[in-house]
């Protein structure tokens, strides 16, 4: 008997591997060991970047003490929240539902049938702040499984009960109208934080899919509060502390409501978000920092989190040694002014502490600060500035020489995929061929090693392997949305085919009756309840996500299947958008592309010509564009497509009805709300 670990592809479970408790990675046979010994299974759940599950294994899973009465009286079982979403979400909504409240570590006590009974998160070893102990929970489960057995099977058959009755209703009611997107507009500017950018109050998640839906809103019907909205959040977030000023790239949220203090870690899926973001409101404003934020960002990707197989890491941590050697939260980001004068000298540390909001009491602990640019918008502190670049660049090589934070180096295919995208089309946007090619080299990463010969995802590799777990509906989703912004930016119509593939999975094994989706496929392993989660939280769901992807699939190719199955899924839209926007913002942008067609442009010429790269930089919501000679085979768009008197010649058709083809970008750009 000893602990299961070592063999995971997950370096979260590696990260356990040496600890005294007995773990198991979820498995069948852990159940059936719980069954045979007659034990309740204890799950825990976590991920590698998240602080406080380092916490709760530092305290309890690596004490010897308690390692060996988890082993007595458990069977215990570890999971990788982002390895396995699914469990995940399972038994999150259990505690949701039971405690009000949820998060990471997840602690949930269960019985050989996999049916919770006792759940919370966090565990202190000593009681404190009204929280009984770790040990305290173990003896009081332990007693309950011991004396009360028959109550725990009722408790438990009754959560699985509860749960299995949660079924949505939503879809085939339509997809939203004009009256709804109207609605949701006016939510979120009911929720919008007019003096600090945002939305609600701390701790402030950076809204990438909301403000997508603000830019696109903006572009359809030219309502001017959307565009201010995204435009000032989005400069508050770049000047904030979330925002890293040295080395680029988003940590996952602000504490407070200024976005000064983060919670450090560093998410791919945030970045890959936020920097398509930036490069949209870029296309949209002309706005400068938009576009040093959205190079930034993406240059932050490919150089910290890009691994040796070309794909790019999870996150990265929070925490890493500060100058005692200590792990501490931010350690690697904040300085003190004695740390500026260290680096800098006298004179250019007092620049960079005004220039950088640094104080002798502080922003963060111990009278150490997180770097913001601070001021209103006026007050542009423009970072190019070469006293204010030199000062950066030093900084910069200063902060290199520190303990670096740890990587989770596996590889997750939706967050790929949503890389994928951003990066495209960055690169697309502002003359960075480099960073296609890194968008391309990930996609090949993903055909090689997470996909099958039947087109099915794997949900995770690590070092080139491929994980054990089956992709989710967010993997088809945000990977079909990665290869269609590659195929787009391109013009390798491969991308669209590998894209028609995935989706054709969707509609295959994923949806259900009235068009609605489920998170895991019909044939996936079977848990207390077939996940459903279509609100958009830290990332698209998977519903949003395969909405999206249908609706530009059926665009490129006319496939009315793919179509009908993207308005479906719409229907989710229609009755959570004008209820909860802040929450269904991916939904949202969606179907703004769908209320505006979405636009079909066909540039019969040079992929990467003025003409294509116009087409690129159009506005018009969920735009497809495909680039190529006219009567290729790779994309259906180009077919009867000739070019104008040898000219390169674009043709933009939306609804069945199609504009005079042109030659002329400045037409072609005013046809797409580019002018």
């Known amino acids: 008997m000893a602990n299961r670990l070592a063999q ?93 409240q949820g998060g990471w570590p997840m602690t949930v ?59 949505l209703a939503h879809g085939g009611d339509g997809p939203p109208g ?25 701790p402030k998640f950076p809204p990438s899919m909301a403000l997508e839906f603000l830019l696109r809103h903006h572009a359809r019907t030219g309502a001017d509060g959307a565009l201010q909205m995204a435009a000032d959040t989005c400069a508050a977030m770049a000047r904030g502390g979330i925002y890293d000023q040295l080395g680029g790239g988003f940590a996952r949220y602000a504490v407070d409501r200024d976005w000064v203090v983060p919670h450090f870690e560093k998410m791919l899926y945030d970045n890959a978000l936020l920097c ?28 910290e989190l890009r691994t040796p ?47 950088f909001g ?89 055909v090689r090693v997470h996909m099958g010969p039947v087109a099915r995802l794997v ?9 054990d777990h089956a992709g989710v509906l967010e993997d088809y989703g945000d990977v079909a949305e990665g290869f269609l912004a590659l195929a787009g930016v391109t013009g390798e119509g491969a991308w669209l085919e590998f894209a028609g593939f995935l989706l054709d999975i969707v509609l295959q094994h994923f949806r259900g009756e009235g068009g609605q989706l489920y998170d895991t496929a019909d044939d996936a392993e079977r848990l207390i309840r077939r996940p459903q989660d279509p609100t958009d939280s830290a990332t698209p769901a998977g519903w949003t996500a395969a909405a999206g992807a249908l609706l530009s699939y059926a665009a490129h190719t006319g496939s009315e299947p793919h179509r009908t199955a993207a308005e479906e899924a719409l229907g989710v839209v229609k009755a959570l958008g004008p209820r909860a926007p802040r929450f269904i913002g991916w939904g949202l942008a969606v179907a703004e592309a769908l209320l505006d067609g979405p636009r079909e442009v066909a540039v019969a010429g040079p992929v990467g010509g003025e003409l294509h790269r116009t087409a690129l930089l159009g506005r018009a919501p969920g735009a497809v564009v495909a680039a190529g000679e006219s009567g290729g085979a790779e994309f259906p768009l180009l077919a009867d497509r000739p070019k104008a008197d040898g000219a390169p010649t674009a043709y933009v058709c939306r609804h069945f009805v199609c504009d005079a083809p042109t030659t002329d970008p400045e037409t072609l750009a005013r046809a797409l709300g580019g002018a």
């Not at 004009?178 to 701390?202: H, I, N, P, S, V």
């Not at 200590?326 to 502490?353: C, I, M, N, S």
């Open 8 to 100: 995971s592809t997950s370096p979260y479970l590696l990260q356990h591997a040496d600890n005294p408790v007995h773990w198991w990675p979820w498995s069948p046979e852990a159940f059936e060991e719980a069954r045979r010994r007659n034990v309740p299974v204890l799950l825990s759940v976590g991920y590698s970047s998240c602080h406080w599950c380092h916490v709760m294994a530092h305290e309890s899973f690596e004490d010897e003490a308690t390692a060996a009465y988890m082993n007595e009286h458990f069977v215990s079982v570890k999971v990788d929240r982002e390895e396995r979403p699914d469990v995940d979400a399972v038994y999150m909504e259990a505690v949701q539902a039971a405690t009000g």
């Open 109 to 167: 006590f269960l019985t050989a049938d996999a049916e919770p009974f006792y759940f919370g998160t966090y565990f202190p070893p000593e009681a404190r702040h009204g929280m009984p102990s770790f040990r305290q929970v173990l003896e009081g489960v332990g007693a309950a499984w011991a004396d009360r057995r028959d109550e725990v099977g009722e408790v438990a058959g009754r959560i699985v009960r509860d749960l299995s009755e949660r079924s």
């Open 178 to 202: 004009e009256a709804e997107l109207a609605q949701a507009l006016l939510g979120l500017t009911r929720d919008y934080d007019e003096k600090r950018g945002g939305f609600g109050g701390a």
């Open 276 to 303: 398509r973001v930036y490069a949209h409101l870029w296309r949209s404003t002309g706005s400068e920092l938009a576009r040093r934020v959205a190079l930034e960002t993406a240059d932050f990707m490919v150089r």
């Open 309 to 355: 197989e070309g794909g790019f890491a999870s996150a990265l941590d929070a925490d890493s040694e500060d100058a005692h050697g200590k792990h501490v939260e931010g350690a690697y980001y904040v300085w003190t002014p004695e740390q500026l004068r260290e680096v800098l000298g006298e004179e250019d540390a007092a620049f960079a502490a005004a220039h």
């Open 358 to 446: 640094v104080t002798e009491e502080g922003t963060f602990e111990e009278g150490s600060s997180v770097l913001q640019l601070p001021g209103g918008p006026d007050d542009l502190r423009d970072p190019d500035d070469p006293r204010a670049a030199a000062v950066r660049a030093r900084l910069l090589a200063a902060r290199d020489e520190r303990p670096r934070p740890g990587r989770d180096d596996k590889i997750v295919a939706a967050w790929n995929g949503l890389a994928i995208a951003a990066l495209a089309e960055t690169g697309a946007f502002f003359d960075r061929p480099d960073l296609v090619e890194r968008a391309t080299e990930a996609a090949d990463l993903l």
């Open 459 to 467: 949900r995770t590799s690590k070092d080139g392997r491929a994980g």
